[in-house]
């Protein structure tokens, strides 16, 4: 209905809202990013409903950084983990995973060169494992990707498995398009990149879940931005507001 009866629907909504929250008190607090001064300033603060971007030039390691979260939110801390790769291979990112499970080069695991050793180790590792780490690839030549495909994955992840992932994490961002259908053009990136973000928030806040998404900047002049004094932080910037904490 278009318009709702407030005193028609109470009861209702009491009960949701009930239940909800019981869901919401047994779940896992997500408090950490596994990087000493990032965990320092979050400061033991629950990151589920929040949306964390980390921004940076090609090839700095920013997928890197986004599959070292994953791996240690799944198999340090027990939580259940969807990374939705939007650039590279399905098999890229699984290699990668799984290279950094025992501690090897990316190179190696793909040439197939583990040893029976690593392998044993490796089944002795995984009993301890208490979290759970799901990859979906997308396609390079497919249809573009938009914000509605990432919600539709989280719900079908909960069709699944029975609940919402706990962290999910979107490599790259600047590969989404938004919600909205709309036809954005190239004057209208940076109104593009802001409304992919909100979707993404909304994300996590409907989901109760921490979104971690990568982002691919263009710097031409790298001195120039590794001089603090020339760099905005999320507070300078009008349209961070509601979108951080």
């Known amino acids: 209905d278009e318009f709702v009866d407030v005193a028609g629907t109470f009861e209702n909504r009491a009960r949701d809202n009930k239940k909800r929250r019981e869901i919401t008190s047994n779940q896992r ?24 971007v980390f921004l940076a030039m090609s090839g700095v390691g920013k997928s890197h950084l986004a599959r070292y979260i994953g791996k240690c939110a799944a198999y340090d801390d027990g939580l259940d983990v969807l990374h939705l790769q939007l650039e590279g ?16 080069q990316t190179y190696e695991y793909e040439c197939g060169r583990v040893n029976e050793h690593t392998i044993e180790s490796f089944r ?70 802001i409304a992919v973000a909100q979707d993404l928030k909304k994300i996590a806040q409907d989901l109760n879940c921490w979104v971690l998404a990568t982002y691919q900047a263009t710097i031409e002049d790298t001195e120039w931005v590794n001089n603090e004094k020339n760099v905005l932080n999320g507070y300078n910037l009008s349209e961070a507001k509601g979108m951080q904490r």
């Open 29 to 52: 607090a997500v408090t950490r990013f596994y990087i000493d001064e990032l965990d320092n300033r979050n400061n033991g603060r629950n990151l589920r409903g929040q949306l964390t």
């Open 89 to 104: 291979s399905e098999a890229e990112v699984l290699d990668a995973y799984s290279a950094s499970l025992v501690g090897m």
């Open 124 to 193: 002795k590792q995984m009993v301890q494992y208490a979290g759970t780490l799901k990859v979906k690839a997308y396609p390079a030549f497919g249809k573009e990707i938009s914000t509605i495909d990432v919600r539709n994955d989280a719900e079908n992840y909960k069709k699944k498995y029975g609940h919402y992932p706990s962290v999910l994490i979107v490599d790259s961002l600047d590969l989404l398009t938004d919600a909205s259908g709309r036809v954005w053009g190239p004057k209208d990136i940076r109104h593009k990149r």
